[in-house]
């Protein structure tokens, strides 16, 4: 150990993280304390990693966060999650900042203060890459002074901000590629509450615990997007056919559109939300690259035929991994099986039920005939803890069945999912 060089040891006091390990570990001797104070480039104080820190007053945890912040040099990583810590002095921790903010690359900040520190005045026109910001308050927004112009990646999580400055933060952020918005409170002036967000460079985004009237984004570079848990009337997505991977989940939206962003789709992972087949598939009809399908947990409108196999045989030639879960009925399970073109491409085949019943081994074997190259079929269950008799024979006959069934496929790899 007393061969390696100093630069070496900065690099694995980094890769400890967590303030406490460092310090520790940087008191073995002098070498690895030059090594704390010259080549350490990532420091954390997270409250969940070491609960002591909620034990100790906010007085004396700022003295101690002061004195380990301010004998380092070069910090390019730092992250202050202080999530049940008590509040902290505001003066305390710009001082934190302005000490760092000329080398930092990543900040990751959780601190409640009072009052509140207005984090983009002073960490913009730095070379911030990566900034995370959570319980906190982001106000009068103004691009051409709190501009970040090496900032790639942006995460909000339950952050109070107004529309207008959400729009005014990305348009300060020229090279954005992620952004994650996380049960954001966002202001309104009006009474109809809409949210415009463009962005040329985005690439990836997350939302998730937002409620909106209207959500329009516009992006050019889009590639992924996922919504979870959001309630929206409007959802609309512009772009120029760049979007890879989308993803909703217990999402529930009155109209989406995202028909101009489909041509390069590769994933469609839908769950937890109410269906009009016609009109989703009408929407991603065009995604003839299209490599999975999931549709779990879906509920159809009442005067919907449901999912059609033929459309998705004929429409995504290139299918590989198809998912489907949902509440199986003679109708509908008979008008989805109609047709005789073959998913020639599948060779992953996940299916689930909500509730077993007789239709759903028929369902399986009419699947596995129409999937002629399958490797693999995974079946999900959901068993009650409280069977009945009947539910019981159910299951016992739904497993001989599937036993039976499997001796044809005996090059097809069977797992079952029960929870």
């Known amino acids: ?62 003295i101690l966060i002061t004195r380990t912040i301010f004998q380092t040099t070069g910090l390019q990583g730092l992250s202050i999650l202080m999530d049940d810590a008590g509040e902290f002095t505001a003066s305390t921790v710009i001082a934190w900042l302005m000490y760092t903010r000329e080398t930092l690359r990543r900040l990751f900040y959780n601190v409640p203060t009072s009052p509140n520190v207005n984090i983009l005045a002073i960490c913009g026109r730095q070379k911030l890459e990566i900034l995370a910001v959570a319980h906190n308050s982001i106000t009068g927004v ?17 952050v109070c901000i107004s529309a207008l400055d959400l729009s005014l933060l990305l348009t300060a952020c020229p090279k954005l590629e992620s952004l994650e918005l996380v049960d954001p409170e966002i202001a309104i002036s009006d009474a109809q509450v809409t949210v415009e967000l463009s962005s040329p460079t985005l690439k990836s985004i997350y939302v998730e615990a937002i409620s909106l009237d209207k959500f329009i984004l516009e992006t050019d570079s889009i590639e992924r997007l996922h919504l979870s848990d959001c309630a929206l009337e409007v959802f609309e997505l512009i772009g120029k056919g760049t979007l890879k991977y989308f993803k909703i989940d217990d999402v529930s939206v009155i109209h989406l559109d995202i028909a101009e962003t489909v041509d390069n789709l590769e994933v469609v992972d839908v769950s937890s939300f109410t269906i009009i087949w016609t009109r989703f598939y009408q929407m991603i009809s065009r995604s003839s690259k299209l490599r999975k399908l999931r549709l779990w947990d879906v509920t159809f409108d009442d005067y919907d035929e449901g999912i059609d196999l033929e459309t998705i045989a004929v429409c995504f030639p290139q299918l590989k991994h198809l998912s489907l879960c949902y509440e199986l009925r003679d109708g509908l399970m008979h008008y989805g099986l109609q047709g005789s073109s073959n998913l020639e491409n599948v060779t992953v085949l996940e299916l689930g039920w909500t509730v ?5 081994s028929h369902w399986v074997e009419e699947l596995l005939k129409r999937c002629p190259n399958l490797k693999k079929i995974i079946i999900f269950g959901v068993i009650s803890e409280a069977k009945s008799h009947e539910e019981c024979q159910i299951l016992a006959k739904f497993t001989s069945s599937i036993v039976r069934l499997m001796r044809k496929y005996m090059h097809v790899e069977v797992q079952f999912e029960y929870e």
């Open 356 to 360: 077993i019943n007789d239709f759903f």
């Open 142 to 158: 103004e691009p051409n002074f709190q501009r970040f112009p090496c900032l790639k990646s942006l995460s909000l999580s339950h």
């Open 1 to 62: 150990m007393e061969h390696l060089p100093v630069e070496v040891i900065g690099n694995i006091l980094s890769h400890l993280e967590g303030a406490r390990d460092v310090v520790i570990a940087s008191a073995t001797c002098r070498k690895w304390r030059e090594a704390y104070r010259k080549h350490l480039h990532t420091l954390a104080f997270n409250s969940n990693d070491w609960p002591a820190y909620c034990d100790i007053s906010p007085i004396l945890l700022e």
